[in-house]
């Protein structure tokens, strides 16, 4: 069922905004953690199992000093031998299987919530271009590598520390004392670090995801830079925000080690100490040896998975940052609602009163523009520059929704289309062409499944088939990322291509011929013509008057204001009547050629 629209302001009756990102936050990323919980448990258990085998060595130690060499008994040393191995192994399998476990929960939480992150990174990028919206997916990296390596391992065995330190204490509370005494001192230790480093390491992660984009930013625009030696002035700011960067996580660092090397040292203090209790306990005929060297064992089993948390706390401060990035990424750019199927459209658009911009500024550039193009109708768009043309081309393919007022498709409002189907019935060729590393045909195709027949009647459509067949590998030529393989004129008559493919009923061009030559603007002259006469319905944006001789109306924008419509001739007359006299004004307040030499001649002469 088709739900109720969202107005575009985020006003109006209903839930707040901040509840609906947040249920849909733990539909996509919570939910799928949660479904993991059944292994978790698992996991547990065989935590709780690996570290109850834990003992075997110590207890082993304990019966061969006490009992196997008091009594010289091969037999049982045989026994006690062969059951300690035979249990080992157990715990080895145990342990194998919980970290084959952990690194499937690593990537199966990959692949589930993968096409969803992706997904909204390429929503993000819509609404804002200029974000460093791709970390996401390192980000997903990050809490799959911490989930499937040892710093999960780490936390997950901690929980059962104080089963060591109770095994101590039955050995002898002295002994369990010096115990608890070193894990309490290595656990300050560990919150210490963590309350330490917390803000280095925030602001570090911050200032590297910004210093990445900046980078990223950068090298797309290296070919300006290196044509007019930009690169030093890059290259400093760049170092300006990495040495930020690197300050941040030197701080992080040096707190970290040196809480490290406190534990370190404290851990092999402690390991000191409880030799020295143990034989004064065994001095004073109180224990036995077996029990002192047992006692120390088990100590350092005890401390092992707190000075491990210590020194994976990096790791996990990064993942929970990193998980948070995500649902933050996930909440602000949640999926549209699923739709019921509309008929294909027969291309009639119609703009009620919209005011429009980019999603995340609140600064109108379309103001109260209200229109009606039936299909089969082209409209040539014209105005200055700023005068709100791209938007409007962004607005009637729906990639941002209006703040007021409806743009609507055969009568329906874009938001009641389900997004992927609305694709199918428009082109749309922006003004910044972007192609797509793959194949010519993989491009017109829009990267579907590659209907031989379709893409060859677009590219002829288009008028780019003959040019297509003269590439080395005609349609199979690979062209390199963003189509680096091809000239500006044919990336934009590939361009062309795919937005013409598979017959869409609306077809919206933003400066089609902004790269090309003339013969590429006959093309699209004749391409335009074909639309016409299949009763397509074409929005044409553009600077140059030839492309006007092939439309129906033209619709004149200023300052994000409708300033005319109207059919074609009268509006072409009009404007370029005032630009005709101007002309004729700048020509007759020039000097003729004759008058000009005799000036400069008569000029000389006086002189």
Known sequence: MVGPRTPASGTGPGRPTEQVLTDTTQSQLDRAMRAFRGVFVAVFAMSFFINLLMFVAPLHMLQVYDRVLASRSEPTLIALTGLAVGLLAVMGLLEALRSRLLVRIGAKLHAETGATVFAAVFRRSVIAPNGAHAQALRDLDSVREFMSGQGLTAFIDAPWVPLFLAAVFLLHPVLGLVATA?????????????????????????????????????????????????????????????????????????????????????????????????????????????????????????????????????????????????????????????????????????????????????????????????????????????????????????????????????????????TIALGRHLGYLPQDVELFEGSVAENIARFGEVLPEAVVRAAQHAGVHEMILALPDGYDTQIGVGGAVLSGGQRQRVALARAMYGDPRVIVLDEPNANLDTEGEQALMGALQGLKGQGRTVVVITHRPMLLNAVDTILVLKKGMVDSIGPAKEILARVMQPRAVADAGSARSLPRAGEAGGTASGGRQQG
């Open 182 to 418: 070193g894990a309490l001192v290595i656990f300050t230790l560990a919150i210490i670090n963590a309350l330490w480093s917390r803000e280095p390491l925030k602001g570090a992660n911050v200032a590297s995801i910004q210093s990445n984009e900046y980078v990223t930013t950068s090298v797309r625009n290296a070919e300006s830079m290196a044509a007019m030696g930009m690169l030093p002035g890059i290259q400093r700011r760049w170092s300006e925000r990495h040495r930020k960067v690197l300050a941040m996580q030197s701080q992080a660092a040096d707190r970290s080690g040196t809480i490290m090397a406190m534990s370190k040292s404290i851990r092999l203090m402690l390991q000191v100490l409880m030799l020295a209790a143990g034989a004064f306990l065994v001095i004073e005929q109180v224990t036995s040896p077996g029990t002192m060297i047992a006692a120390s064992i088990l100590m350092g089993r005890a401390l092992a998975p707190v000075e491990q948390s210590v020194g994976q706390w990096r790791n996990l401060t990064n993942a929970r940052a990193a998980y948070g990035r995500l649902k933050e990424l996930l909440a602000a750019s949640a999926p549209p609602e699923a739709r019921m199927d509309l008929p294909d459209p027969a291309g009639h658009l119609s703009l009620e009163r919209v005011i429009a911009g980019p999603p995340l500024s609140r600064t109108p550039v379309l103001q109260g523009v209200t229109l009606d193009l039936p299909p089969g109708q082209i409209l040539g768009v014209i105005g200055p520059s700023a005068a709100g043309k791209s938007t409007l081309a962004r607005v009637l393919v729906g990639v941002w929704p209006p703040y007021q007022g409806a743009m609507r498709l055969d009568g329906a409002e874009l938001s009641q289309w389900d």
